[in-house]
T-cell receptor, first 117, second 115 residues
Framework: AQKVTQAQTEISVVEKEDVTLDCVYETRDTTYYLFWYKQPPSGELVFLIRRNSFDEQNEISGRYSWNFQKSTSSFNFTITASQVVDSAVYFCALSNLRTGTASKLTFGTGTRLQVTL | DTEVTQTPKHLVMGMTNKKSLKCEQH?????MYWYKQKAKKPPELMFVYSYEKLSINESVPSRFSPECPNSSLLNLHLHALQPEDSALYLC??????????????FGPGTRLLVL
């Protein structure tokens, strides 16, 4: 069975603060993908990043960075210098891929981030 | 272009009505998905189509009927829904090959209210 845990239900920060969203996952598969999606109030789930289980390199994209650690089964997401537009619900998700079949995503419960002025 | 479109954006229907939700993608993806999302919950998978054939049905009640007329279109036919079916319905699509191509891209969703 797969499981994704996002222990932080809601986080409130003031603009320009850094914030880290935690994600811990469980899977028995050796090959898997991890994702982060952003869901603003409009409702659309926006893809942010995909990481495969063989690549533990951290990644930085602008103000966003991701820290993947297999040893602790964590895939944390940091926003540097947060902005009001970052306010959204962020979902971490896990997918155990098998070639030729559609992937099923296991979502965490989401972390609601509120950035205020 | 990573766009998935959904119509309508909002839908209000009575329990005796028949309506359809539509989803379209032009990314050449061969897998399409329907999700249901209740407020303050993560999306829940309903159906998956792979190569225009239903490959996964997550024990969804028969009042929801999916249809995939071609590789770019996905419909969800609704009939005799219950008020508890009110939710955000999300469509997604993805490539159907191994490796790093199976990211699911989501549409903006249809907010459904059943009265």
């Amino acid at each position: 069975a797969q499981k994704v845990t996002q222990a932080q239900t809601e986080i409130s920060v003031v603009e320009k603060e850094d914030v880290t969203l935690d994600c811990v996952y469980e899977t028995r598969d050796t090959t898997y993908y991890l994702f982060w999606y952003k869901q603003p109030p409009s409702g659309e789930l926006v893809f942010l990043i995909r990481r495969n289980s063989f690549d533990e390199q951290n990644e930085i994209s602008g103000r966003y960075s991701w820290n993947f650690q297999k040893s602790t089964s964590s895939f944390n997401f940091t926003i540097t210098a947060s902005q009001v537009v970052d306010s959204a619900v962020y979902f971490c998700a896990l997918s155990n891929l098998r070639t030729g079949t559609a992937s099923k995503l296991t979502f965490g419960t989401g972390t609601r981030l509120q950035v205020t002025l | 272009d990573t766009e998935v479109t959904q119509t309508p954006k909002h839908l209000v229907m009575g329990m005796t009505n028949k309506k359809s939700l539509k989803c379209e993608q032009h990314m050449g993806h061969r897998a399409m998905y329907w999700y249901k999302q209740k407020a303050k919950k993560p999306p829940e998978l309903m159906f998956v189509y792979s190569y225009e054939k239903l490959s996964i049905n997550e024990s969804v009640p028969s009042r929801f009927s999916p249809e995939c007329p071609n590789s770019s279109l996905l419909n969800l036919h609704l009939h005799a829904l219950q008020p508890e079916d009110s939710a955000l319905y999300l469509c997604a699509s993805s490539q159907l090959s191994g490796g790093a191509l199976e990211t699911q891209y989501f549409g903006p969703g249809t907010r459904l209210l059943v009265l």
